[in-house]
C-alpha cells in the first residue's frame, strides 16, 4: 500500500485538493444560496440578467430583464418577445467553482494562482454573459433549434473555454510545467 501511494502521490494529491476545494466552493456557493428565500433569485444570477439585457441593448431596442415576484427565474426579453428564463444555472456559478478547484489543486506559485483564479473566473463571466446574449437572440431567430443551441453548442462553448484555460494554466503556470533549460 505504501508502494502505491508513494507511485501515484502527485495523482493523488491532485484529486485530494481539487475535490476539498471544490466541496469547500460548492458549500459556500450553497450557503449563498440558502440565504435567500424561495422564488427569490440570488443577487449573483441577477446581475447577470441585467449585463445580459445591456449587451443585448447594444445591439437591438426592445432587450430587457423582467422579474416575476412568483417565480424563481428572471424573464429575458428580446426585441420585445420572451426568449429565455434566466435560471441560478445559468449564472456559470458551478463552471467558475470547477475552474478554481482545477487550478488550486494543480496551483503554482500563491500570487499567479490567485491572479489566474480571478482573472479567469472574470473571463468566465464575461463570456457567459455574451453566451447567454448570443444564446437568445439565437433562440429569437430559430426557435426551433433552441435544444441544439442550449444544449449542446454553448455548453460546448463554456466548457471549452474552461478546458483551454485550464490546458494553458498547465502548461504554462503549474507546478506540473515543464521548465525549459538553456
Avoid at 428565500?37 to 443577487?43: I, K, L, R, S, Y
Amino acid at each position: 500500500m505504501k508502494k502505491y501511494l508513494e507511485r501515484y502521490k502527485p495523482f493523488l494529491q491532485f484529486l485530494g485538493l481539487f475535490f476539498i476545494s471544490y466541496l469547500i466552493f460548492t458549500l459556500c456557493y450553497q450557503y449563498y444560496l440558502g440565504t435567500y428565500e424561495n422564488n427569490e433569485v440570488d443577487g449573483f444570477t441577477r446581475v447577470v440578467s441585467i449585463n445580459t439585457a445591456q449587451i443585448l441593448q447594444v445591439f437591438t431596442e426592445g432587450s430587457y430583464v423582467i422579474k416575476d415576484v412568483s417565480q424563481d427565474y428572471i424573464k429575458l426579453i428580446y426585441c420585445g418577445k420572451y426568449v429565455a428564463k434566466i435560471v441560478e444555472g445559468c449564472n456559470a456559478m458551478s463552471v467558475i467553482i470547477l475552474f478554481a478547484s482545477f487550478i488550486i489543486a494543480f496551483s503554482g506559485r500563491f500570487k499567479p494562482t490567485i491572479l489566474y483564479i480571478v482573472l479567469g473566473s472574470l473571463f468566465i463571466y464575461v463570456l457567459n454573459v455574451i453566451r447567454i446574449a448570443l444564446l437568445s437572440s439565437l433562440i429569437f431567430h430559430y426557435p426551433e433549434q433552441e435544444p441544439l443551441l442550449h444544449g449542446v453548442i454553448f455548453p460546448l462553448y463554456i466548457y471549452g473555454v474552461v478546458f483551454i484555460l485550464w490546458i494553458y494554466w498547465v502548461q504554462k503556470h503549474s507546478k506540473y510545467a515543464s521548465k525549459k533549460t538553456k
